[in-house]
């Protein structure tokens, strides 16, 4: 290989190497926002990440007016710590959503054993524009149509890193897989609607997960979604079933299609539409 031949491959391995970095930081960032103010600000003050050493985008000139948001405290905390040190420190379920996110990225970037660089969060503002995202998808890019069709195509592209016996589990990797894809799109776990939840809120589609759920279980998620339908802000309700049991979940397709919500609600059992718009597939 001559000069320029090495000059070219040796740019190429810095540029790859600032993007996993960038996303390593993101992925960290996006579960460290899911947190509590309280518990962010622990952690913060734990690490010496504090006020005084958040750092800031050069734009801000006039610090001392300048009030810190939950971005700027995740985002320190997000360059300051390794994916290793953040997951001892994080609660239960975030550190799930964590170890789901790194295994991906791995994945996506056939890592081995990477030893992840920290970039200053001030360098972060400006690489973002040179990176790519884990998958490119924008909340204002698409119209409705398409955006609830990618998230239907995510959803069906997931697979948990192992089967559970917990249901808990395929939420919190589901959610995580749903955050990687839709960085910048509003989502929330176990999203409170008056008397009941529901277990994600991507947008303004309610997700309900269920693992080898009971004609009895089936019947509750029945008047779960009939009390969801009650909320104008949520365009679709989709369900999602993992080892699912198929007379099951035939019969209760049949009987959303006799409910007044069949064009709201979306059926996915084992990674693979069962019912869209009323109709079995």
Known sequence: MGLFGKI???VSDTIREKRISDDFHSAKKLILLDLSEIQLKKLCSV???????????????????????????????????SSEDLLRQLPNDARKKLEYQISELNRKWKLGDYAERLIPEQNQAQSSSET????????????????????INAICDYRPPRRFDEEKDYEITLYSHLQL??????????YKLGDTRCDIKLDNFAIEIKKSPSDQELRRLQEQISRYSKYPNFRKIIVVIFDADRQ??????????QTN????????ADYRVVME?????
Do not use: W, Y
């Not at 985008?57 to 995740?74: N, P, S």
């Not at 490119?136 to 990618?150: G, L, R, T, Y």
């Not at 894809?181 to 989502?187: G, I």
């Open 8 to 10: 070219k491959s040796s």
């Open 277 to 281: 718009d009323g109709k079995l597939k």
């Open 181 to 190: 894809a839709f960085p910048k799109v509003s989502m929330a776990n176990q």
């Open 132 to 151: 790519q995202p884990i998958v490119q998808v924008e909340s204002d890019n698409f119209v409705a149509d398409d955006k609830f069709n990618h998230i």
């Open 261 to 268: 919500v069949i064009d709201r609600v979306t059926v996915i």
């Open 248 to 257: 099951s979940t035939s019969n209760f397709c049949n009987t959303i299609k």
């Open 47 to 81: 690490n010496g990440c504090g006020p005084r050493n958040v750092k800031f985008d050069i734009a801000d000139m006039d610090l001392k007016k300048k009030r810190l948001t939950k971005d700027d405290f995740a985002g320190s905390l997000a360059s300051k710590l």
